[in-house]
């Protein structure tokens, strides 16, 4: 099978021909339908010199994490799946540290490889994933469902976080309206009564806000970022640059959560944000809640802009990621 694999550290990926892989004790084989692209992959392929701890990667190893496809062939001692069964593949935990117990699998103490993080991802014809990784699809096509498990989750776990501070009068700020603030819009205005603002510096970024329902998209500028005028903020770019912006638009008590991995630095101290106002990060999101976004995706609130690319496209693919030319998200087609 066709598969894009990394072979040294900041060397390129190849597209190469490898076997079919077979399904481990509690693993399953997922003929792949479709694999989202993202930022992280870059990050990988680009500028990572080894393994981060926590996740072991032993190269080569396929790229991808944004997986949705069909069950192909259950390892040993799987029972209860139909081969056929649309799913996704998410984070595993290891099911019974505290925060796994408490539902937070992505929160785990004990993660360890995750598929295209560690494990050969799904930028190739079929992937194996652990059992325990999986969420059904009951009616999406499990290709534009493949985004949802880090682009749109991501977000959601972001947005769930505000979403109880949130009344009607309430204002939120998106700070960046690509792969995951687009859904962020969406998100926000299928479970929450407030008005969504959303900033970018790319007008087409600003266009596709307003068609997913912003009520305003304003381009990132000083003058358009009035202070104190937010109840939350959502930065999906995470530069020093826009963190200290949401900290000026943060009202008091208002909730800023950075999601994007700019490694921005940001100087907390004595009236960095005003009283009450509270600076968080996120990671990932929960199988409750990516079950949730399916669920809303499924019954039209939510719809993942998606422009799709075939897998011997994927380097064309990755090069307009990185030129910032694709909005929503890329969906690499095996």
């Known amino acids: 099978m066709k598969a894009y694999r990394l072979f040294e550290w900041k060397q390129p990926a190849r597209l190469v ?62 029972t209860g799946l139909e081969p056929g069964q649309a799913v996704v593949v998410t984070l595993s935990g290891c099911g019974h540290c ?43 096509d499990p290709a534009e469902a493949a985004p949802f498990t880090d682009a749109g989750l991501s977000s959601f776990h972001a947005v769930k976080r505000i979403a109880p501070f949130l009344t009607g009068g309430s204002t939120v700020a998106v700070i ?8 962020a819009v969406q998100e926000l205005k299928a479970i929450t009564p407030a008005k969504v603002i959303a900033y970018d510096l790319n007008e087409a970024s600003l266009e596709l806000a307003k068609e997913v329902g912003a009520d305003e998209a304003l381009k990132s500028e000083e003058t358009n970022m009035e202070k104190m005028s937010m109840d939350a903020v959502l930065d999906f770019v995470g530069a020093g640059a826009t963190i200290a912006q949401a900290a000026k638009m943060i009202r008091p008590v208002g909730h800023i959560v950075v999601i994007g991995r700019g490694a921005g630095v940001f100087e907390f101290k004595h009236n960095a944000m005003p009283y009450g106002a509270m600076l968080s990060t996120t990671f990932g999101g929960t199988k409750a809640e990516l079950m949730e976004l399916i669920g809303l995706a499924e019954s039209g609130y939510i719809k993942p802009h998606i422009t799709k690319f075939k897998l011997d496209e994927v380097e064309k693919a990755y090069e307009m990621l990185e030129r910032g030319e694709i909005q929503g998200r890329g969906v690499i087609i095996p």
Do not use: F
């Open 176 to 183: 960046g309206v690509g792969g995951l603030g687009h859904l």
């Open 17 to 78: 021909d490898i076997p079919v892989p077979e399904p481990g004790p509690g693993q399953v084989r997922i003929k792949v339908a479709g694999n989202g692209i993202c930022a992280s992959d870059l990050h990988l392929m680009h500028e990572w010199e080894s393994s981060p701890p926590h996740l072991h990667i032993e190269l080569p190893m396929t790229i991808g994490h944004e997986v949705g496809g069909y069950l192909d062939k259950p390892g040993p001692g799987v």
């Open 98 to 140: 505290y925060y796994c117990a408490r539902g937070w699998n992505n929160y785990c103490l004990n993660k360890g490889a995750q598929v295209g993080m560690g494990l050969d991802g799904g930028l190739a014809e079929y992937a194996v994933a652990p059992v325990g990784a999986l969420v059904p699809v009951p009616s999406m």
